[in-house]
């Protein structure tokens, strides 16, 4: 059964638009089975829908022959040579895993400038593809990207049918007097998702054991394919930089000490470093600074996109009140809701040459915004880096977002 996403609205009301809709994002994020939705909902209103998959290697062959060829699966729509903003009555096709195209970029490029409004494409593609830059160059303004990650931890309650407790999450976050008799079965929910992250197969798995099983499987099979996709030859190297990283979380990324424990040059650490982002497992912080001088370094932060990649990575899997990377579990989770909040161009961190730092940075106009500290314990909180960043910025509020229930502190639920 299907269970819908909060990406899936947006889609849906995109499917209006000329434009070709291309989900993308890790694998093993339910891509295919948004795919697949999106497919019945079309067909139960009378739209003109095929589907195809290129991991058949007959449609696959023909299609890598010429674009043209894949009509021999699906109806060809009328060609135009002229078109509008919006669709009218296309034909739609489903295009499932476009990656494994000889050149995806040519093959949606070329079907859209000839048949323009009259085939609609919406197609799934995991990292290969996106690692191309032709594939964003060749089609500006052909396509809008949408980037389903792994579930949020308000997909997570629906997927578990904890639906009540997300009811409770939204009374929590929309009212600052709200205490809920819940709060600690939420909490209870927050940690295991902290734990094993979000990828619905792992979440729709009761037993933690195979919960385990299935992270190992996607580190150890999907991530491969991601490494033989971007032409990676030593994949030990690799691993050994994720479970680096993982270690790290929260902290900076020093290009030259990687190079040197993991014993490759600093271009093969930028390598691995650029498919782990664009395979959708890692984000690098930027720094926020105004004055070069006194504002450290243009090294960034890391942080992993789902808890339990980067738990599996480190093969820690014991529960969240005995670890000793509590605090980085937290900030990890605070930065990927304030990037479903935020554009991720506004959020930064600051740190100075003095070792005064502020964990995010939200800039929402010129100088102005909001700083943000991610604390365990509210009271552990120094307040000598706060009382620099508001001397040097005044005009930035400031909040500190705490594990606990404090009534000085943001608690991390009502983020």
């Known amino acids: 059964m299907y269970i819908q996403r909060k990406i899936h609205k947006d889609i849906k009301k995109h499917l209006k638009r000329k434009e070709y809709t291309i989900i993308t994002g890790p694998r093993q994020s339910g891509k295919t089975s948004l795919l697949q939705a999106l497919f019945k909902e079309l067909t139960s209103v009378g739209q003109t829908v095929s589907y195809i998959t290129l991991e058949d290697r007959d449609i696959l062959t023909a299609i890598n022959n010429h674009p ?46 000839v048949y323009k409004e009259h085939l609609k494409i919406v197609a799934t593609g995991s990292s290969a593809f996106y690692l191309d830059q032709k594939f964003s160059d060749s089609l500006a303004g052909r396509k809008r990207i949408f980037e389903l990650q ?20 939204e009374l929590i976050r929309d009212s600052k007097e709200y205490i809920s008799s819940s709060s600690r079965e939420l909490l209870d929910c927050f940690n295991e998702y902290l734990i094993f992250g979000g990828y619905p197969e792992v979440v729709l798995e009761d037993n933690a054991e195979e919960k385990i099983n299935l992270l190992k499987e996607i580190k150890n099979s999907f991530l491969k394919r991601d490494m033989d996709e ?11 930089l994720l479970m680096i990283l993982a270690e790290q979380t929260g902290n900076l990324v020093n290009k030259n000490e990687l190079s040197n424990t993991i014993g490759v040059d600093n271009k093969t650490i930028d390598k691995y470093l650029f498919t782990l982002q664009k395979c959708f497992h890692i984000e690098l912080l930027k720094p926020f600074h105004s004055n070069l001088r006194r504002e450290l370094t243009k090294m960034p932060k890391v942080y992993f996109k789902d808890s339990g990649l980067r738990n599996c990575a480190l093969n820690r899997f014991f529960e969240f009140k005995s670890r000793e990377d509590k605090g980085a579990l937290l900030e990890n989770y605070i930065y990927n809701r304030l990037s479903d909040i935020y554009d991720k161009d506004e959020i930064r ?49 400031y909040e500190v977002i705490s594990y606990e229930i404090d009534k000085h502190c943001k608690w991390v639920l009502k983020l």
């Open 68 to 113: 043209e060829e894949v009509f021999a699966y699906v109806p060809r729509p009328q060609k135009s040579i002229s078109g509008s903003g919006s669709l009218k009555q296309p034909v739609f096709l489903f295009i499932d895993e476009v990656q494994h195209a000889a050149d995806p970029s040519n093959l949606l490029k070329y079907l859209y400038d």
């Open 150 to 169: 792994t579930l949020s931890f308000d997909e997570w309650l629906i997927f578990r049918k904890l639906t009540h407790l997300l009811a409770e999450l």
């Open 230 to 240: 971007s032409g990676i030859s030593s994949p030990e190297k690799f691993y050994y």
């Open 349 to 397: 961190f600051w740190r100075t040459t003095y070792n005064k730092e502020i964990d995010f940075i939200i800039s929402t106009s010129i100088r102005k915004g909001l700083a943000i500290e991610a604390k365990m314990i509210c009271s552990n909180l120094k307040y000598a880096s706060q009382k620099k960043f508001i001397e040097q910025y005044p005009e930035y509020s």
